[in-house]
């Protein structure tokens, strides 16, 4: 059963909001630190005095309500989800996953073109219905009641909610999480999975200098190792601390939203190695509301500590079609030739611009791939 779904935000929340951002404690920076050592004060306190006085959640509001949404009850958990239906008939019904620290804003912009590609000057051939979940734990899907809902479980959770919708077969597409998730639900069930279309891959980046023998285009696979070696060394900490003590850091998240928003503003802006002006202010700001507005800090942030096998075992084998799309900034190079070892790879394309967030940073680029991967299926 699944029940319509309203956001709803009361003003009392939005007034303590304005009221918490405007009695900010602001911490130090030294001299010429940039963003070396995080977000810096200045860039923070000006997004966080924007967020406050002039960000507009009720207009974001009337925005996200503009799409059909639903919650519903699955192993214990609520899920929320978006679920547009294409007015094409043989349209194919494809789950939209968003990873941390995004949420259902990031595919927005992508939903119309996708489901309705007759209305954008598309083939109404490569419609697709698109089902948008919120993480268990993320968003209006709100907390989950306990710790152990990882890649594996959530993809259960989303195989039976598509069965909830009436979709014996359809394909899944995803980054960060997302991608996780949608190659979980290939491995857990390629009988009914048409086909996943990925933009990150961690299973195929070069990790250490052993992965390099064999590789057709050694300049590549150096590329790939030098840019996971970097990011190992100085990108990875949030991700050990949310899979260790992530208990900890919500005490802050949780209570300071100008705690949540240099969180979450950092890693869009690291996790592509580009300008942060590339991200729609708005959208970034919309995405953290709704963090913050869910109270889902806490819970997010559990899905790295309940990582099936931890963290760096090997992967199950994946048989069912998959499409990779690399977006050049994004935190890994993933490498073709490593990603057939494991996977049924079956269209790979690079990008020469984009980064982590592909549906906020390049979605044109990003729908054509997606239209392109499906309809050949």
């Known amino acids: 059963m699944t029940t319509p779904f309203r956001i ?3 003003q009392a929340s939005l007034d303590d909001l304005r009221s918490r951002l405007a009695n900010t404690r602001w911490p130090d920076q030294p001299a010429g630190a940039g963003w070396r050592l995080g977000a810096p004060v200045d860039y923070v306190r000006e997004l966080a005095e924007y967020w406050r006085t002039g960000f507009d ?3 974001q509001e009337e925005r996200l309500n503009g799409f059909p949404q639903f919650t519903t009850e699955i192993d214990g958990t609520k899920v929320h989800f978006l679920h547009v239906v294409s007015p094409e008939p043989s349209a194919t019904p494809v789950l939209l996953t968003h990873g941390w620290p995004g949420s259902i804003v990031e595919f927005l912009d992508v939903i119309g073109p996708l489901t309705d590609p007759r209305a954008y000057g598309g083939d109404p051939a490569t419609a697709l219905t698109v089902v948008v979940p919120s993480i268990p734990g993320y968003g209006f899907s709100g907390p989950t009641p306990t710790p152990d809902w990882g890649p594996d479980r959530i993809a259960r959770a989303f195989a039976t909610l598509m069965t909830r919708l009436g979709y014996e077969h359809f394909g899944a597409h995803g980054g ?5 998730i949608s190659r979980e639900l290939a491995v857990q069930f390629p009988s009914r999975v048409r086909g996943i279309h990925v933009t990150m891959l961690p299973t195929a980046v070069v990790r ?3 992965d390099l023998e064999g590789l057709p285009d050694a ?3 150096r590329r790939s190792l030098e840019k996971g070696q970097a990011f190992a060394a100085t990108g990875t900490g949030y991700a050990m601390i949310q899979a260790t003590k992530p208990q900890t850091l919500a005490y802050g998240l949780h209570d300071s939203p100008a705690g949540q928003l240099a969180w979450i503003a950092e890693k869009f802006r690291s996790f592509s190695n580009t300008s942060a002006d590339l991200i729609d202010r708005d959208d970034l700001l919309t995405d953290v509301s709704i963090y913050w507005f869910t109270e889902t800090a806490n819970s997010s942030a559990r899905l790295y500590a309940a990582l099936t096998g931890g963290w760096g075992a090997p992967p199950q084998p994946n048989t069912v079609p998959t499409g990779v799309a690399v977006f050049p900034d994004d935190i890994g190079l993933p490498i073709r030739t490593l990603a ?4 049924k790879i079956v269209r790979w394309t690079e990008f020469p611009r984009g980064g982590h967030f592909p549906a906020l940073e390049e979605p044109d680029a990003l729908i054509g791939d997606i239209r392109e991967f499906f309809g050949s299926l």
């Open 8 to 10: 709803e935000i009361p």
């Open 57 to 59: 959640w009720r207009a």
């Open 176 to 180: 960060d999480w997302g991608a996780i």
């Open 208 to 210: 250490t200098p052993a």
């Open 219 to 221: 300049e590549l696979g």
């Open 340 to 343: 057939e070892r494991t996977d």
